[in-house]
């Protein structure tokens, strides 16, 4: 069973910042595609970001490029979504998901068989 646990959600102004981070444990992230998901009341999840299984590539949704950023630490065996600028509509449940790094990243939810219990983010003043 490949297990992801999200952390570092919470209540942050408009203009600020959060990083979540995103454990594995049971299976390595070395092998593994990392996508970042976000789902808003009464909205379909969408896909924020994608990091490969090297952590050399990245990809990010229009709506948030230039203010989030992805990464791995392989050491730690965690990933990483670092939130600048955030805005009201970022406001959201946030989800980590993997898959087999014999594939590429996809802003695709069906996509990840593997999901984080999901976090709540909320940009507010």
């Known amino acids: 069973q490949l297990t992801l646990v999200e952390s570092g959600g919470g209540l942050v102004e408009p203009g600020g910042s959060l990083r979540l981070s995103c454990a594995a444990s049971?299976?390595?992230?070395?092998?593994?595609?990392i996508g970042w998901f976000r789902q808003a009341p009464g909205k379909e999840r969408e896909g924020v970001s994608c990091?490969?299984?090297?952590?050399?590539?990245?990809y990010f949704a229009d709506s948030v490029k230039g203010r989030f950023t992805s990464s791995k630490d392989s050491g730690k065996n965690t990933a990483y979504l670092q939130m600048n600028s955030l805005r009201p509509e970022d406001t959201a449940v946030y989800y980590c998901?993997?898959?087999?790094?014999?594939?590429?990243?996809?802003?695709?939810?069906?996509?990840?068989?593997?999901w984080g219990q999901g976090i709540q983010v909320n940009v507010s003043s």
């Open positions: 998901a993997a898959r087999h790094w014999a594939y590429h990243c996809s802003g695709l939810s069906a996509d990840y068989p593997y």
């Open positions: 990091i490969s299984d090297s952590g050399d590539s990245t």
């Open positions: 049971d299976f390595s992230l070395d092998y593994y595609v």
